[in-house]
């Protein structure tokens, strides 16, 4: 009996360090990775959780846990109700289960998806200002049931870690939004003026016609700009789900060159594909790998001279699949290259080709996002060269009663 209530006093304390800690954090990914890891620690389970909720879409989607290293199961929906954790942000209310599969709410998709059996599991909602943000999850007690003290514990490190996730979430919206907002500037003043200027009765019908034009572009680069933006914040938040199949990397490269053809044609352009015969097939969310590979086509083509070459190539080895952009375009100073997956940063001596500045950064999102990467090679008047690595296979996840 001592015994439990020192190791109860114990895991209080170290409740109140973690609250600490986390009232400090403002990285929304090392801030949730230290909630369950913490949350597991105070419960003695095998494996912790978190899904984030996102109320205007009325949806729950997995977010992180303990055991698994893998972001592509980021952003899994699970449906509010057809789940325990579903249950639980619609009633606000804790669940203590000690036999998940007998429970006709549990939702057995996400195990069957990482291999990991769910005996026994325990959740409460994350709150804050009256508003869910999400459910906090521990499973598997390693010794007998979970407990009263376990529920009080994880509902008081609930409690701090609603306030610190939210509070994440504003400071990662309102510097992306500052950003944003910045970036709009100029798109704006040309409207302005060209309205202006529409409204002066000396302008000759060419000129007007010259100023529409202009309206036209300004109107399609402020659409792409606000597609590109929201595409970033969901990467950003975890709630964009990578979808993996399994497809030919060949047929994906000559895909993507079919699809830029006509825009390297206005320049002479030529671009050549380069894929093994013996490729082995990809394991990644196809659309998503196509979203990179026709950006990284689009800034070569861009980039390039007239009449000159793209390459796009392949290859692979025991645990990589890796594609390689190349262009005989001006190249990229070096000072530069450090800051291009940057939000809206630009090439000094780009300034004048026109994009949205945030096409690279959704590029490393991405393939980030498949536990890749991406890097850059470049020479000033000779070209530039990226290059995207993906593992070949994804780690196999532990089974039965393994820890994730």
């Not at 970033?232 to 895909?255: I, M, N, P």
Request: charged letters at 25%; a negative charge.
């Amino acid at each position: 009996m001592a015994e439990i209530k020192t190791q109860t006093l114990d895991s209080y304390l170290r409740v109140i360090e973690i609250s600490r800690d986390l009232a400090s954090t403002l990285d929304l990914d090392i801030l949730l990775d230290d909630i369950v890891r913490a949350a597991a620690d105070i419960t003695r389970a095998e494996a912790a959780s978190i899904l984030l909720y996102d109320d205007t879409a009325r949806q729950l989607y997995f977010q992180v846990a303990t055991n698994i290293d893998e972001p592509t199961m980021r952003g899994l929906i699970v449906p509010l109700d057809k789940s325990i954790a579903g249950w639980i942000v619609t009633n606000r209310k804790p669940a203590r289960i000690d036999e998940a599969h007998k429970d006709e709410r549990h939702f057995g998709e996400v195990e069957q998806t990482i291999g990991y059996s769910t005996k026994s599991l325990l959740g409460i909602p994350l709150i804050t200002k009256n508003k869910v943000v999400g459910v906090l999850e521990v499973i598997n007690k390693k010794r007998g049931k979970f407990t009263d003290p376990d529920e009080s514990m994880l509902s008081v490190l609930g409690a701090q870690a609603a306030v610190a996730i939210e509070n994440a979430r504003l400071f990662q919206q309102s510097d992306l939004i500052a950003e944003f907002v910045h970036e709009l500037r100029t798109p704006l003043a040309s409207l302005s003026t060209a309205t202006y200027l529409l409204l002066r009765p000396e302008m000759s019908r060419e000129q007007r016609d010259q100023i529409v034009n202009n309206i036209h572009n300004e109107t399609l680069r402020l659409n792409s700009l606000a597609s590109s933006f929201l595409d970033l914040a969901r990467l950003e938040s975890g709630r964009v789900q990578f979808r993996k199949t399994r497809f030919s990397v060949a047929d994906l490269l000559y895909e993507c060159r079919d699809v830029m053809m006509s825009k390297a044609q206005e320049t002479n352009i030529q671009i050549r594909v380069d894929a093994p015969n013996d490729m082995p097939l990809m394991e990644a969310d196809r659309d998503k790998i196509k979203q990179v590979l026709l950006n990284l086509l689009s800034n070569a083509i861009k980039y390039n001279r007239p009449n000159g070459f793209v390459t796009i190539s392949s290859a692979f080895d025991a645990a990589t699949i890796s594609i390689v952009v190349q262009d005989t375009g001006v190249g990229i100073p070096e000072e530069s290259i450090p800051h291009l997956f940057e939000k809206f940063y630009r090439v000094r001596e780009h300034e004048g080709a026109t994009g949205t500045g945030l096409g690279l950064s959704i590029s490393k999102e991405i393939i980030q996002g498949h536990n890749g990467r991406i890097e850059v090679k470049s020479k000033i008047g000779v070209g530039t060269s990226f290059a995207i690595y993906i593992p070949r296979q994804t780690k196999t996840p532990p089974r039965n009663n393994e820890p994730f």
